[in-house]
Structures are given as structure tokens and as C-alpha cells.
């Protein structure tokens, strides 16, 4: 079996609307006991790598980092942050990945951390946290700062986050360093290129979509459809492996791999009719599943929203006229003969 980042793109896949829900949901049989990315780290990234218990106890300890009510007092700092990282297309070009999106996103998750001095650090790792090195990717970086931060957070000196892993028993029991180090990792890149492929996917369907550009500065009420249109669309995160035990729960040891295909889901014509076309008036009765489904579901959802919603604001109300793509570096995936990004490496836009 190959391994690191491209394994699980050689997997078997489960696909299709209903039955990509339904192996979300049922984590008896599609387990999520394994580890990935084998070619940076050697630990595995939770609760995402887990099964219940334990995936049941960590999440219950992350969601309340993530409830709106947690989120309401960042969502003014946010929204601040959108007005100046967006400031410059007033005057001239906005590159989106690194200039909005990984700008906005590190800014975030440091003060939802409490670790604002490690922003040079953490943009320093560009759009992945496996960083830029010359196209090759590695893990050392981050594993360095998540030993520094533990060790921080069991001195009682790391910030809201890792002074309440040393701390907190979790499932009735104190985590590992290992276990501590594998929530940082997951706190640190789950939301990471996936809301900045959404922000710069929200760019870009504008640009290419201006009717809907018009609308949206017009009705508010159409941006969170279009938002939530641009997530199924784009589908940021469109593959996560599971251990596929069998109707009768196998050995995970034993079990095949397979992949849950999230943007087949996403753009199956039984679902979602025309799956290709931007639609701000698709029916809520087939939701999209790019932040997944299940027990699984990504629990940083809201955040991911909050802050895709404080940037669209802003750039409607810097090019009050529209903009258009002057440079586009991204992976694009075929959809109903339409090639649609899934992920961008540089985009530039300017009015």
C-alpha cells in the first residue's frame, strides 16, 4: 500500500450521495482507527483518528472551543481582520490564499488559543502546516512547536488550549503526551487549507459567477446559501480515509482501507441536480457533507463559517463592482463536464 499523502487517493472509495451519509455515520463499521500523513508525523491527529470512546470524550472536551457562544466574543476580532486583509484590493491586486485566507486563519486560531505570539511562526508553515520546503513536505516544524507548546501547557504557561490538555482528565482519564500533541495537530491544520481553499473558493465564484455577485450585495440573505453552495462546490477536504471492518466489525488490524468520497457526495446528480451550477436556491432537504457527516463531523464548522462569511462581507464592500481572476494556481476537479477548483495554491484578483 503507498503511503503519505497519497495513499489514500489509491484507495477503494465510497461514493454517492446516500452512501457516503450512511458510512459517515456508522463508525461500528467504517473505523476510524488509523493514522495518516506517515510521511510527516508518527502520531495519529485527534479525536480524528479515533473510535468512541475515546473520539466520544475528546470531542465533548473540543466543542465547547467551538460554540457560537465560545465564538461570539473572536467574531468582532475577525471581522476586523477581514476589513485590513482585504483592504488592498481597493488600490490595486489581493492574492487570496496567503494574503486573506492563511493570514485570517492563523490570526484566529491563535487568539482561540491564546498563543498570538506564534502568528510569524505558524504563517512561516504556509497554506499546510507541513510547510513549504521546496514541494517537499514535513512534519518536523509543527512537531517542534506541539513539544514546546505541551511542555508550555504542563508548566500552566501554554495558553487556553494546552494548559487544559495537561490538565482535564478526558474519558476519566489524563491524556498522553502523545494524545496531547496529536489535539494540537488537529486543531492546527483541520481548519487550516480547507478554510482557505473555502475563502479563496468564495473569490473566485464570484468572479466567475458576477450575477451572483450582484445579488449577493443586494440580499443578504442569499450569502449564507451561497456559502454553504461554494462549500459543496469546492468541497475543500474531498476524501477521508476509514478502516472498513465489514457488516460484522472486523479486526481493524485486518480490515481493508477505504476512502469516504465527500465531493462525489457533493456533486451527485440525484442529490443535487445540475450538481455543477452554482444554485442559492437549492432545497436545505439535501445538505451538503463537506464539513462530513456523522460523529465525525467537523467541529470546527462554525468557525469555518464565521470567518468565510466576515470575508465575503468585505470584499463586496471593497469592489462594490465586482472582481475578476488575474492568476489562478489550483487543482480542479471534473463535475457534469464543468471543471470546478478544489484547491488553490496562489489567486489573484483585482477589480
Keep these: 500500500m503507498a503511503r503519505g499523502p497519497s495513499r489514500v487517493e489509491g484507495l477503494p472509495r465510497v461514493k454517492g450521495y446516500e452512501a457516503v ?7 461500528e463499521r467504517y473505523s476510524s482507527l488509523h493514522q495518516g500523513d506517515e510521511d510527516v508525523r508518527t502520531y495519529r491527529q485527534l479525536p480524528l483518528e479515533s473510535d468512541p470512546p475515546l473520539h466520544t470524550a475528546l470531542r465533548a472536551f473540543l466543542v465547547p472551543f467551538f460554540s457560537k457562544g465560545s465564538l461570539a466574543p473572536f467574531q468582532s476580532h475577525i471581522e476586523a481582520d477581514a476589513r485590513e486583509l482585504v483592504a488592498p484590493l481597493r488600490s490595486g491586486n489581493l492574492e487570496v490564499v496567503r494574503g486573506v485566507g ?3 486563519v492563523v490570526r484566529t486560531i491563535a487568539r482561540l488559543l491564546d498563543r498570538r505570539g506564534d502568528i510569524d511562526e505558524w504563517i512561516s508553515w504556509g497554506p499546510s502546516v507541513w510547510g513549504d520546503h521546496d514541494g517537499r513536505r514535513d512534519g518536523g516544524p509543527l512537531l517542534d512547536f506541539l513539544e514546546r507548546a505541551v511542555d508550555e501547557g504542563a508548566a500552566g504557561s ?5 494548559n487544559l490538555l495537561a490538565t482535564t482528565p478526558v474519558g476519566g482519564a489524563a491524556l498522553s503526551r502523545d494524545q496531547q500533541i496529536g489535539v494540537g495537530s488537529l486543531l492546527l491544520a483541520g481548519g487550516r487549507d480547507t478554510v482557505i481553499n473555502l475563502i479563496a473558493g468564495i473569490a473566485w465564484m464570484v468572479a466567475t459567477h458576477p450575477h451572483h455577485g450582484a445579488a449577493l450585495r443586494n440580499d443578504y440573505a442569499l450569502r449564507t446559501p451561497f456559502v454553504e ?3 459543496r462546490l469546492v468541497t475543500p477536504l474531498g476524501l477521508m480515509e476509514r478502516i472498513d471492518r465489514g457488516p460484522e466489525g472486523g479486526d481493524p488490524q485486518r480490515s481493508p482501507h477505504v476512502g469516504l468520497d465527500f465531493a462525489s457526495a457533493n456533486h451527485d446528480a440525484s442529490a443535487f441536480p445540475c450538481p455543477a451550477e452554482l ?3 437549492r432545497p436545505a432537504s439535501s445538505p451538503h457533507v463537506a464539513f462530513g457527516i456523522g460523529p465525525h463531523a ?6 469555518a463559517r464565521i470567518e468565510a462569511h466576515a470575508v465575503l462581507q468585505e470584499l463586496l464592500t471593497v469592489a462594490p463592482d465586482g472582481w475578476r481572476v488575474t492568476h489562478c494556481d489550483a487543482q480542479f476537479r471534473e463535475v457534469d463536464g464543468v471543471r470546478l477548483p478544489s484547491s488553490f495554491q496562489r489567486l489573484v484578483i483585482a477589480t
Excluded: K, N, Y
Design 102 to 104: 492563511l493570514s485570517i
Design 298 to 303: 467537523c467541529v470546527g464548522a462554525p468557525l
Design 279 to 281: 444554485r442559492v436556491d
Design 229 to 231: 453552495e461554494t462549500l
Design 158 to 162: 501554554g495558553g487556553r488550549l494546552f
Design 21 to 27: 451519509r450512511a458510512a459517515g455515520r456508522d463508525f
